[in-house]
T-cell receptor, first 116, second 112 residues
Framework: DAGVTQSPTHLIKTRGQQVTLRCSPK?????VSWYQQALGQGPQFIFQ???????QRGNFPDRFSGHQFPNYSSELNVNALLLGDSALYLCASSLAWRRSSGNTIYFGEGSWLTVV | GQQVMQIPQYQHVQEGEDFTTYCNSS?????IQWYKQRPGGHPVFLIQ?????EVKKQKRLTFQFGEAKKNSSLHITATQTTDVGTYFC????????????FGPGTSLSVIP
């Protein structure tokens, strides 16, 4: 049973560039959430995708966008990178709201993004 | 919006001592979840509490959900070096459909 997988694991980008991070949810899960975790802080909710649509969004600018594919995998795109975007980006999967009474989420190992 | 707070931010204990971290939400939670993140790792789900006043145990770990469903605690008895990491509480809002919001975490260091 595959867990949540993310790629790449580490990457370095320059200010102003764009980045795409990828995630495959845990087998059987259909909902993907993305979190940003800065050093020493808790994960901050970016957005959640279900049925290929953005369902909920946290307090992040429009530079952060995403996509979910028919196979439930997802991408996170960040445009016009800033130094402050340097963080661990975590993908989490869960079952759809309607079938889950607890909405427990399972994290991938994350993608470490450094913006220089 | 919903805010989740945790205290203390850091805790250093001697191996064998007990440890407790407290979690408070600004709004009522439909459930509370606890996660552990080892240094350099990703958050790993520990447990979920749903009922008001619920208490659950996992070996040396005891989790409690407050009567008002706005606070929770995690207590570790006789800490071991394997307990080192950051413990996060997290919860959706009024319904389990809401996004899961994480607290800032409590970082536990265990001195051998």
């Amino acid at each position: 049973d595959a867990g949540v997988t993310q790629s790449p694991t580490h990457l370095i980008k320059t200010r102003g560039q764009q980045v795409t991070l990828r995630c495959s949810p845990k087998s059987g899960h259909d909902t993907v959430s993305w979190y940003q975790q800065a050093l020493g802080q808790g994960p901050q909710f970016i957005f959640q995708y279900y049925e290929e649509e953005e369902r909920q969004r946290g307090n992040f600018p429009d530079r952060f966008s995403g996509h979910q594919f028919p196979n439930y995998s997802s991408e996170l795109n960040v445009n016009a990178l800033l130094l402050g975007d340097s963080a661990l980006y975590l993908c989490a999967s869960s079952l759809a709201w309607r079938r889950s009474s607890g909405n427990t989420i399972y994290f991938g190992e994350g993608s470490w993004l450094t913006v220089v | 919006g919903q805010q989740v707070m945790q205290i203390p931010q850091y805790q250093h204990v001697q191996e064998g001592e007990d440890f407790t971290t407290y979690c408070n939400s600004s709004t009522t939670l439909s459930n509370i979840q606890w996660y552990k993140q080892r240094p350099g790792g990703h958050p790993v789900f520990l447990i979920q509490l749903v009922k008001s006043g619920e208490v659950k145990k996992q070996k040396r770990l005891t989790f409690q959900f407050g009567e008002a469903k706005k606070n929770s605690s995690l207590h570790i008895t006789a800490t071991q070096t394997t307990d080192v990491g950051t413990y996060f509480c997290a919860g959706p809002g009024k319904t389990s459909y809401d996004k899961v919001i994480f607290g800032p975490g409590t970082s536990l260091s265990v001195i051998p």
